[in-house]
C-alpha cells in the first residue's frame, strides 16, 4: 500500500489549494484519514481528520477554512484549504488507517508530504 499526495505549492495569502492523497491498493479500505502538517523548527500537528461516517475535526488555527473529505471509490483523501495564511505554511502529510481485507487489523500508512507556501 502506498500513498501519493499531491496539489502542494506556491500561493499567495488569500488563495486556495486541494491536496490529494491516493491510495493505492484495490482491496484497500480506509478507516480513517488525517492530515498533518510540519513547519519548519516545529512539531507536526494534526490538521483535520476524518474517522468516518462524517465525523470530522479541526485544528482551532484552520476551523472555517480548511475542509476533509475523502472519495472512498476511489481511494483518495482531500484537504481543500482556502482562504490561505503565511502561517500555514507547511509540508503537509496525509496518514491513513486502513486494510487490505476485512479481517486484518487496520494499518497505519503516511504519505511522502507535499509543500505549501503561502506568501503574504
Known amino acids: 500500500v502506498q500513498l501519493v499526495e499531491s496539489g502542494g505549492g506556491l500561493v499567495q495569502a488569500g488563495g486556495s489549494l486541494r491536496l490529494s492523497c491516493g491510495v493505492s491498493?484495490?482491496?484497500?479500505?480506509?478507516?480513517?484519514i488525517g492530515w498533518y502538517r510540519q513547519a519548519p523548527a516545529k512539531q507536526r500537528e494534526l490538521v483535520a481528520h476524518?474517522?468516518?461516517?462524517?465525523?470530522?475535526t479541526y485544528a482551532d488555527s484552520v476551523k472555517g477554512r480548511f475542509t476533509i473529505s475523502r472519495d472512498n471509490a476511489n481511494n483518495t483523501a482531500y484537504l481543500q484549504m482556502n482562504s490561505l495564511k503565511p502561517e500555514d505554511t507547511a509540508v503537509y502529510y496525509c496518514n491513513v488507517w486502513g486494510r487490505d481485507y476485512y479481517y486484518e487489523p487496520a494499518k497505519e500508512y503516511w504519505g511522502q508530504g507535499t509543500q505549501v507556501t503561502v506568501s503574504s
Open positions: 476524518d474517522k468516518g461516517g462524517g465525523s470530522t
Open positions: 491498493g484495490s482491496t484497500f479500505t480506509i478507516n480513517t
